[in-house]
């Protein structure tokens, strides 16, 4: 889980109240998160070391936390965050080039106009992106963010792809020009910019934003250009997201913009970017979309095992920073409006887990009330199922995926719980023993597949699947497949008192 550093003083002074200590790790285990570590720094002060869930990128900064719980405690209400018209849409329009398919394919933008930065805005604003590297991003292989002084550029900008030699630009933080190529070997020794390189270094165009007079924004996913630096004096933002995943691109998006947008002169106004592909396609960024999930008094009481009423439940999905309310025309039902920072709901069950953190994990019943039962049919005879079809049967099943796909290893497991069971291996099919009979199957590979047999009732099945089987669940790797019956209607194993098989 990730682990966010927060100035202590600072998050109490966004709250409005100082806690003890006992108090703050209280409210976090109310809100759902929890104090890893509490740190003394002689130069910083006191640091909380608090533990967000992997998912909850809205909570991956100062900013996000004391908002969540200021709405939590009832500080505050849940912002509404609102896209303003751009004063000049095609001068800070991204030009999308045909090469970059081939490395980053997709690029967001947006603008924050007239942003105050102080010391601590400024290191919580590097320490988002930051995070959001490590997290989302997969360091930066999925998502690489950009941001840049809006006055030290001039568009509209051109995000393309080009050989590393083409590539000339001083890099953040230097003084120097230097060719892209050499750059990297260079930051290749580098102990923080290292690990990305590998990235791109051994593509044959190397990814670059430049504005409308050539300037260098920003070698994504590496590092900075410096001509646009963003200093403490910053007032107008330019943030780019190049990516290869383009939904992890508006997420990571909207998750800055919605944080640092409560800085703005105008809080909570975003300005958006129109972003223009080689296709002629205009899309507008960022997205901010707040979506409608709907769920009912009934869900959310059964999971939380509860009973409370769709106003009550409405009311404990608010303080999560969802707004909540009981359908007019149904009070079973709640439709629920997820803002554009919370992305980890993506279900009813989301939906639901929260109501259960808010009503309060020590309010939850220790144990699940049993479900009301009573016999409706009873069947004396099991057998007289047969004639439906209906059976009961225990299987026992195991996959193995690697690159290297072995069918010998679910074998081996496939002897070695036999060998549990005391049935020998034979070739002859003899009666207390088992063996493999090759068959084709369409779940499998021709040529690959065999039935288990023990005399002669065959008990399941081993070999390497399809690669459609593969390819419908995603899958990238061989896998092999173990697969056999325990019990059924003709045959049955287990171990009995002398460790003799019964059958």
């Known amino acids: 889980m990730p682990i966010v550093s927060i100035n202590r003083d600072l998050l109490y002074q966004n709250l409005g109240k100082s806690y003890t200590d006992e108090e703050f790790d209280e409210l976090c285990f109310q809100f759902g998160i929890e104090v890893d570590d509490i740190i003394d720094e002689p130069e910083k002060g006191i640091t909380l070391k608090i533990e967000v869930g992997a998912n909850r990128y809205d909570l991956l900064c100062l900013e996000g936390i004391s908002r969540a719980l200021n709405i939590f405690l009832g500080n505050v209400q849940i912002p509404n965050y609102q896209l303003v018209p751009p004063k000049l849409p095609k001068k800070y329009r991204i030009i999308v080039k045909p090469n970059t398919a081939k490395v980053r394919p997709y690029v967001v933008g947006a603008v924050l106009r007239n942003i105050t930065f102080t010391q601590s805005v400024y290191n919580s604003f590097i320490d988002l992106q930051d995070k959001l590297h490590q997290n989302i991003a997969r360091k930066r292989t999925l998502v690489a963010i950009g941001t840049h002084d809006l006055d030290t550029i001039d568009g509209p900008f051109t995000y393309d792809a080009q050989p590393p030699k083409k590539i000339t630009f001083i890099p953040l933080n230097r003084s120097e020009n230097i060719k892209a190529d050499l750059l990297l070997e260079e930051l290749s020794h580098d102990s923080h910019l290292r690990e990305y390189v590998p990235i791109i270094k051994d593509k044959p165009f190397y990814p670059v934003i430049r504005d409308r007079h050539g300037v260098v924004l920003s070698l994504p996913p590496i590092i900075n250009g410096n001509h646009s630096k963003i200093t403490l004096k910053t007032?107008?933002?330019?943030?780019?997201?190049?990516?290869?995943?383009?939904?992890?691109?508006?997420?990571?998006?909207?998750?800055?913009?919605?944080?640092?947008s409560e800085y703005c002169e105008k809080p909570f106004t975003i300005e958006p970017v129109e972003v223009e592909y080689p296709n002629g396609k205009v899309v507008s960024y960022p997205v901010l979309e707040s979506?409608?999930?709907?769920?009912?008094v009934g869900f959310c009481n059964t999971i939380a095992g509860v009973e409370e009423t769709g106003s009550s439940i409405a009311e404990y999905l608010t303080k999560m920073g969802v707004k909540a309310s009981v359908a007019p025309d149904d009070g079973n039902k709640i439709t629920v409006t997820v803002p554009p920072t919370r992305y980890d709901i993506l279900h009813e069950c989301d939906i639901a887990e929260d109501f259960a953190v808010a009503y309060g994990f020590d309010k939850l019943a220790k144990d699940m009330k049993m479900p009301q039962t009573d016999v409706v049919v009873k069947d004396k005879d099991p057998e007289a199922t047969k004639g439906v079809g209906a059976r009961n049967e225990r299987h026992l099943c195991a996959i193995n995926y690697n690159v290297r796909g072995?069918?010998?290893?679910?074998?081996?497991?496939?002897?070695?719980?036999?060998?549990?069971?005391?049935?020998?291996?034979?070739v002859d099919g003899v009666e207390e023993s088992y063996h493999l009979e090759?068959?084709?199957?369409?779940?499998?590979?021709?040529?690959?597949?065999?039935?288990?047999?023990?005399?002669?009732?065959?008990?399941g099945r081993i070999g390497l699947l399809h690669p459609e089987v593969l390819a419908n669940f995603n899958l990238n790797n061989p896998a092999t497949l173990n697969k056999f019956v325990l019990y059924s209607r003709n045959i049955s194993f287990k171990l009995n008192e002398n460790s003799n098989i019964e059958r």
């Not at 007032?235 to 640092?260: G, H, P, R, S, Y």
């Not at 979506?291 to 009912?296: G, M, N, P, Q």
Request: charged share 20%; glycine share 6%; net charge negative.
């Open 235 to 260: 007032k107008n933002v330019f943030i780019e997201c190049t990516a290869t995943d383009q939904i992890k691109a508006q997420i990571v998006l909207d998750t800055i913009v919605c944080m640092f």
């Open 291 to 296: 979506r409608e999930v709907s769920t009912t």
């Open 406 to 426: 072995n069918v010998e290893i679910v074998q081996g497991l496939l002897d070695n719980v036999m060998l549990a069971l005391k049935i020998p291996f034979s």
């Open 438 to 459: 090759g068959k084709d199957h369409p779940t499998f590979f021709p040529g690959w597949c065999a039935d288990v047999l023990v005399g002669k009732v065959e008990v």
